[in-house]
């Protein structure tokens, strides 16, 4: 990856609620693509973006909101650090993890009936 | 086992009810984050890296076949089929939603479990000797946590204590508690005609290392409560609270002199000593009477140990111990797969587990501090049915201590502290060590996804810390750590390691040892404590 | 009797009024005996004069004027920050008719043993107050370690408190600074 490369960055937080991971999109919204984030460029518009976390938070919308730096490159968004790659790709080693059901696929089973 | 009577049922029911309270005034506003943290950390709720994490408690790791049948439904319905046991004897879900969590605390207070106190800064799962009331011992650890377990209970003078307090107890020589490694750690020994305690403060891991000091060698066990509740009060009054990284007791400890913190204790200790705390022998009978042995079979077992099935006879070897009661065996589940992931297991495992263990350990069921499960009680002729069961399962992997028995925290894969990834590490190990860890023997390796040291990588015979070095994943290896009666910090050896070279100098380690040992029987430990440093550094680092 | 100061209401219920110390919007912020009270006494800082007033000192003042203030007719009170020590003063503790124990952060708990001391220890029987960060969640702890009046500036637990509607786990494991049954049959409680 190119050091040389500018950086822009996106607003990221959890969302109160299920504590999943978000991005604060061009329509203000809270998604849970990176893909769909707002970029923002310039001191100014992360500003904006800071007070727009802050005031979500406030709110109860979501918690934790934090600037994440990211580079715009040919196949999208791609976060600077490691971690935050991670955190937005979710974890590394999850098709090793014994049982794993991705929440589409979940089944609701019924609440557990005292044994 | 303990069983609750009325009064925890219902104190169990009512923390239920106070944090579904606590976690509406938070989704109405009422609370803010800064002001619900601390409350949600009371009750075992972390905000990680993707979401939620709920830490269940598992007192002095020991459950039945009703809680871990609830466990795996809970996994199922709340979560995403998967749970983790941890290096304290708890079990985590990666997955649960906040709105969900007083439900799945009302679930588990129906059998018995909770989730109070497994992080915050307040005293955290007591936990014990794994082995408890099956190996050789002075006595059954657990009675004593269980009296510390309730003492501790939303404990209004300690829940706001500068930093996590924890708590370990063991009954036998053979330390498989990791006491040294403790803010408190307790010792069961005999004391007079009866039983008391050598206790260690200040002991742990994390950023400044450090052993615990015996600061009282003789403790009568009717003292237990109020000697604890001194240490906490000096600890409270006295701790640091200026700085997350000095605030806890081994901080204390190390900057006043153990002689100086032990007399402050002993001054508040004879002040109270006689008050209620002290505990009446009849109460201590009575809560050891829920631990007393199982309704053991004690017919003469018939010992066939059957050659033709290699990976059972290397089971056996590996993975079962002797028991204290004749014809019985100890075994050990391993939650180690070779190339998988150390600690998880699904809800299918779960439920296998729980019926293994009603069909053939008394009903009872064991986490250990290295991240595996045990059988404590299990009738020697029924071993191959249990291999069987467990082979079903995908939990029969015979690896027990061995080099694929590998401890990891989840790391950065989950962990919003962490650094650096652990669990990729701890399978690309594995895999490369698989062929020869019989051929290597006892060999515990730990690894930690940062300062924090969940992963006990200070006391792993080959310890693993990832650390962020310019933006990308680093690794520092250290050496000669134990955990055991011969706790001993382990030692850097230089310069750290990317991903891939961290498991080729793993490897180089392992072959340096395998050169150098006097035989077979010299583990990597004493060959480690016999030859020093030096070599392995050599392997690691002289030019090629 | 108001309670709430309507300008602070509007700020958001998020909004915490504890300012240890500093100017306190409510006049009726001390909760004891089940109700909000105006607070009887005034704090006078390092240098300000004392008034002819129920007045809390600071310990470090305390020591300075503590001959001076022999003479003095009106109540006194003791304000403690988290670390000060009171072994060296134990003689002195029974001339404060309160005794404030300070919580910058509703998180530092050093109060908390600092309070079962003067209670159990030092046979404290004035009136011990919680002052600083005093928040909904805490106060049934404070209770129990031997707080009986507390000083609240925060808006959401001003009206948790007014409403009744602070939940608490009444089983108590431990035993209460005054000796009350816990309700329950642990032997190392008292009130079995």
Request: hydrophobic residues 40%.
């Amino acid at each position: 990856m190119s050091k040389s490369a500018p950086t822009a960055s996106v607003l990221t937080a959890n969302r109160l609620g299920d504590g999943v991971v978000v991005f604060l999109d061009f329509q203000g919204a809270w998604s849970e693509v990176l893909a769909a984030a707002a970029v923002a460029r310039t001191p100014d518009e992360v500003r904006a973006l800071q007070d727009r976390g802050a005031h979500d938070a406030s709110r109860n919308l979501v918690v934790e909101p934090a600037i994440v730096e990211v580079r715009e490159t040919t196949s999208g968004l791609v976060p600077v650090r490691y971690r935050e790659r991670v955190r937005a790709a979710g974890p590394t080693i999850l098709a090793d993890v014994p049982g794993y059901v991705a929440p589409e696929t979940r089944e609701r089973t019924p609440h557990a009936e005292a044994a | 086992m303990y069983r609750y009577d009325e009064f925890d049922a219902e104190f169990v029911r009512q923390r239920v009810a106070q944090f579904r309270d606590q976690v509406n005034r938070r989704l109405s506003g009422e609370l803010s984050e800064d002001e619900f943290k601390p409350l949600r950390l009371m009750n075992g709720v972390y905000l990680q890296l993707h979401a939620y994490m709920l830490r269940i408690a598992i007192p002095y790791g020991t459950l039945n076949s009703r809680q871990m049948r609830r466990l795996a439904h809970i996994a199922r319905h709340y979560d995403r089929g998967t749970g983790h046991f941890t290096t304290r004897q708890n079990l985590q879900f990666n997955w649960p939603k906040l709105v969900d969590i007083p439900d799945i605390l009302e679930e588990l207070a129906e059998v018995e479990m909770h989730a109070i106190q497994t992080s915050g800064n307040c005293i955290r799962n007591v936990t014990a000797d794994h082995f408890a009331g099956a190996a050789d011992e002075v006595a059954d650890p657990r009675p004593y946590a269980e009296i510390i377990r309730q003492w501790s209970s939303l404990h209004p003078e300690f829940s706001f204590l500068p930093r996590k307090f924890k708590v370990a107890v063991t009954g036998a020589s053979r330390d498989r508690a990791a006491i040294q490694v403790h803010d408190i750690g307790l010792r069961l020994k005999r004391l007079g005609g009866g039983l008391g305690f050598a206790v260690y403060v200040g002991g742990g891991q994390g950023r400044t290392p450090i052993l615990a000091k015996l600061v009282r060698d003789n403790l009568p066990e009717a003292d237990l409560l109020s000697y604890l509740e001194a240490v906490l009060r000096i600890y409270n009054l006295h701790g640091r609270r200026d700085n997350k990284y000095k605030a806890r007791i081994k901080i204390l400890v190390h900057e006043i002199g153990a002689a100086a913190f032990a007399a402050q204790v002993e001054e508040e200790w004879q002040r109270i000593r006689d008050s209620v705390l002290k505990l009446p022998e009849a109460e201590i009978r009575r809560i050891q009477a829920y631990f007393a042995p199982p309704a053991f079979d004690t017919r003469p077992h018939k010992t066939s140990l059957d050659a033709s099935d290699r990976d059972f006879e290397r089971w056996v070897t590996r993975n079962t111990c002797t028991h204290r009661q004749p014809g019985y065996a100890i075994v050990t589940i391993s939650l180690k797969p070779i190339g998988g992931i150390p600690g998880d297991a699904s809800a299918a495992q779960m439920d296998a587990v729980a019926d293994i263990a009603e069909r053939y350990s008394h009903d009872e069921v064991r986490v250990s501090h290295e991240q595996n499960l045990v059988l404590p009680h299990v009738r020697i002729e029924h071993r191959r049915e249990v291999y069987a069961a467990l082979k079903a399962a995908r939990l029969a992997e015979g690896n027990a201590g061995l080099a694929t028995d590998i401890i990891a925290c989840p790391g950065l894969d989950y962990c919003a502290l962490a650094n650096a990834r652990s669990i990729p590490i701890a399978q690309r190990l594995s895999e490369r060590l698989a062929a020869r860890q019989h051929e290597i023997g006892e060999l515990k390796i730990k690894i930690s996804g940062c300062i924090n040291a969940c992963g006990h990588h200070h006391v792993g015979h080959i310890g693993i810390l990832g650390v962020e070095k310019r933006g990308e994943e680093h690794y520092q290896l250290l050496l000669g750590g134990s955990a055991a009666e011969d706790s001993a910090l382990a030692a850097i050896t230089g310069p750290g390691f990317g991903p891939e070279g961290i498991v080729d100098a793993v490897e180089k380690v392992v072959d340096r040892y395998l050169e150098l040992r006097a035989d077979a029987a010299e583990t990597f430990l004493a060959a480690y404590a016999r030859l020093g440093a030096a070599p392995f550094k050599e392997a690691l680092y002289a030019a090629a | 009797m108001p309670l709430l100061d309507v300008a602070s209401e509007a700020a958001g219920s998020n909004a915490s009024e504890a300012r240890p110390g500093g100017p306190h919007v409510f006049a009726d912020r001390v909760w004891r005996d089940g109700e909000f009270h105006r607070d009887a006494w005034v704090y006078a800082g390092e240098g300000e004069p004392l008034p002819d007033a129920p007045t809390i000192l600071s310990k470090s003042r305390w020591l300075a004027e503590r001959e001076r203030l022999r003479e003095r007719g009106a109540p006194l009170g003791l304000r403690l920050e988290p670390g000060e020590r009171v072994d060296d003063i134990a003689a002195d503790l029974v001339r404060f008719a309160l005794i404030a124990l300070v919580f910058p952060k509703f998180v530092d708990g050093w109060a908390f043993s600092l309070a079962r001391l003067l209670r159990d220890k030092y046979r404290y029987s004035g009136e011990l107050r919680a002052v600083g960060e005093v928040l909904a969640d805490q106060i049934p702890f404070m209770r129990r370690v031997g707080f009986d009046s507390f000083e609240v500036t925060h808006a959401p637990t001003r009206r948790a408190l007014a409403e009744g509607r602070i939940v608490e786990v009444s089983m108590h494991y431990q035993a209460a600074w005054d000796g009350a049954p816990a309700g329950g049959k642990r032997p190392w409680l008292p009130g079995r």
